[in-house]
């Protein structure tokens, strides 16, 4: 039996758990990070790629930002498309000069984990029966095996980074949280391709045959989406037929298309929105995932992962620095407001653009015209804009120990 002693055991090496990791450690605060998956798994699963003003300048000031200054596409604007027709929303003009930079969320998993290697602090990879106790008491334990070995982690905190499907958010005894849940009736299948993206900028488009997305991941590669039903199975779907059916939903009347190219990568994701509050279960704090869900049509998952883990961030900082529990307190109730929010933007982005079985003539109807408003009022594209760029952050990078540094570019 392996015994180790840290001050704070993290469950997960997706972007919250990594995220933290890092912002402790330059705070001087000692973690182990505990991940089922291998280093390589974690790495190549291809998933968010949209990041926020307050994400990009979080990694700047956290120093892992080689990769995302080189790299990173910094979009200035965004297209919505219906009935055929692009209309550009300028976020950089409606909020200040905001924008967003697409870089792939695996990218800034592998820049992440090579910023936690060059600490030298414990990350485990392959870890097998994760499981968290004591979780009332001020010394939590996380058990796992790992190489055949059983270990023990005897920690002061435990952060539950594991995502949806972890084990940390099972572990709240029943009532002790509340659950929301919308389950939506469609999923989105992604595809990435080889083909140079035909535009600087995505593409947001609402079509008959329901919703379609065009996004990238660099000069070389474009990342596509289509509505299809809950649950399809990705094997009813030959290349062929994916383009064709990318093809008709987003070609507009002036002639735009996605360029086509080999298909790399393909899957289905399930379309859901999910909160559970409070975030925190005695000395166990959950962060992203595996507190909240949303639908991808906002791109808000992992910015709000990175902003749980920067409020975390504080409140252990000043537990450590000054003895003081407000912060550890208040940590839910400033998470779960940023969540809300973010829910609502997402499903409201997710009901405007998609098609809904049953819905009605009148249902129909209703979105094109909140399309045409959002098109064409000033104050429905700034709505829309200061969301998608992010609202302002709940706690300042100096209280979680930062310097700020804007991104360079
Ligand atoms: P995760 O990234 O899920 O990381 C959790 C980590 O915990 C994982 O590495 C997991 O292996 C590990 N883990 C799980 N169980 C255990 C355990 N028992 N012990 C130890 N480790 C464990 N968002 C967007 O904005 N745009 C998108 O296009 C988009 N696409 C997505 C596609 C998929 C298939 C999924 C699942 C999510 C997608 N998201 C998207 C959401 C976004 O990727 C997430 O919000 C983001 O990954 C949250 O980060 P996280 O660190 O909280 O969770
Ligand atoms: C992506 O590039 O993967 C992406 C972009 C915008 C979204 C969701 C996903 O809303």
Not at 34 to 47: G, L, N, P, Q
Not at 163 to 173: A, N, T
Request: net charge neutral; charged share 20%; hydrophobic share 40%.
């Amino acid at each position: 039996m392996g015994s180790l002693r840290t001050q704070v055991g993290i469950v997960g090496a997706g972007p919250a758990g990594l995220l933290l990791g890092h912002l402790l450690h330059l705070n001087g605060i000692d973690t182990v990070v505990v991940e089922a998956r291998s280093r390589d798994y974690v790495i190549d699963r291809v998933r968010a790629g949209v990041l926020e003003q307050g994400t990009v300048d979080l990694l700047v000031a956290l120093g892992v930002s080689t990769g995302l200054c080189r790299a990173g596409l910094r979009h200035e604007g965004l297209y919505v498309t219906f009935d055929g027709r692009r209309h550009r929303i300028d976020l950089a003009d409606l909020t200040g000069g905001k924008a967003i930079t697409i870089y792939g969320q695996n990218e800034v998993v592998r820049d992440l984990i090579d910023a936690r290697s060059a600490t030298t602090r414990p990350l485990y990879f392959g870890a097998e029966g994760v499981s968290v106790h004591g979780l009332e008491t001020s010394k939590p334990v996380l058990r796992f095996q790992h190489g055949g070995t059983d270990h023990e982690v005897h920690c002061d905190f435990i952060a539950g980074c594991d995502g949806s499907h972890g084990i940390c958010r099972p572990s709240i005894p029943a009532g002790a949280q509340t659950v929301y849940e919308r389950v939506y009736p469609f999923g989105w299948l992604g595809i990435l391709a080889e083909a140079a993206p035909s535009s600087d900028e995505l593409v947001y488009t609402y079509h008959e045959r329901g919703f379609a997305l065009f996004s990238m991941r660099s000069p070389r590669i474009t990342r596509l989406y289509l509505q299809v039903p809950a649950d399809e199975p990705i094997e009813s779907w030959s290349d062929e037929a994916i383009w064709d059916e990318m093809l008709t939903r987003m070609t507009t009347r002036d002639g735009w298309r996605p360029n086509v190219g080999r298909i790399l990568q393909k899957s289905v994701t399930p379309m859901r929105s999910f909160v559970a509050a409070p975030m925190r279960y005695g000395r166990l704090f959950l962060a992203g995932d595996s507190a909240h869900i949303v639908p991808p049509t906002g791109a808000k998952g992992l910015n709000l992962a990175a902003s749980d883990v920067l409020v975390l961030t504080r409140a252990l900082r000043a537990f450590y620095e000054q003895g003081r529990t407000e912060w550890l307190d208040e940590y839910s109730n400033v998470c779960v407001r940023r969540v809300w929010r973010a829910q609502r933007f997402s499903w409201w982005m997710t009901s405007t653009l998609h098609r809904f079985p049953n819905e009605s003539a009148f249902d129909h109807q209703r979105q094109i015209a909140d399309l045409d408003y959002l098109t064409s009022s000033r104050a429905a594209m700034t709505s829309l804009a200061e969301q998608y760029v992010g609202l302002p952050a709940e706690v300042s990078f100096e209280s979680a120990g930062l310097q700020l540094h804007t991104a360079s570019r």
